[in-house]
């Protein structure tokens, strides 16, 4: 519960970032809330996981990746009408496999370069954490 007595969603989100300052969207499928959004890849933390885990698992099931580390990037928290969603954002900057929409999902590549995504609408909660990811210069 949080200080509105709102039950909070702990959700764990991966920036995956490549060499030549990449990082990738995803498109959320039809059925979800916000189906048709782009979103960075993630979802929701299980009881007793750890960040790193739910990561790990999302992605594996999401993207079909493998990944071996991920740095916290940020903590953020955003009210939706739906949920009030803790969003735990990790860089991850090393994987094995190449990223497919497991779940009918398209995908694009970014250039953190530039100033806005190629693709829209983004869902709400992503733009603070992009904001972060170009403060760091990574
Ligand atoms: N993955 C992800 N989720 C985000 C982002 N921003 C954001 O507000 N969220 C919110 O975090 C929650 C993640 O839930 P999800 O629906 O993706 O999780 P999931 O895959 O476990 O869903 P499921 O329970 O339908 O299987 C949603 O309420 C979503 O709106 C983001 O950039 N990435």
Redesign the pocket.
Known sequence: MNELNRPV?E?A?GILLDVEGRYLLGQ?PEG???AGYW??????IESGESVFAALKR?LQE?LGIDIESSEELVVLE?D?P??Y?R?HVSIIREWSGVPKGCEGQLLSWQLLGDAMPTVEPL????WP?LEKLRLLKV
């Open positions: 969603t959700v989100a959320r979800k809330p916000y979103e960075v890849p993630g979802g929701k999302e999401e955003h939706y739906h949920a969603v969003l869902l709400p909660a992503a954490m």
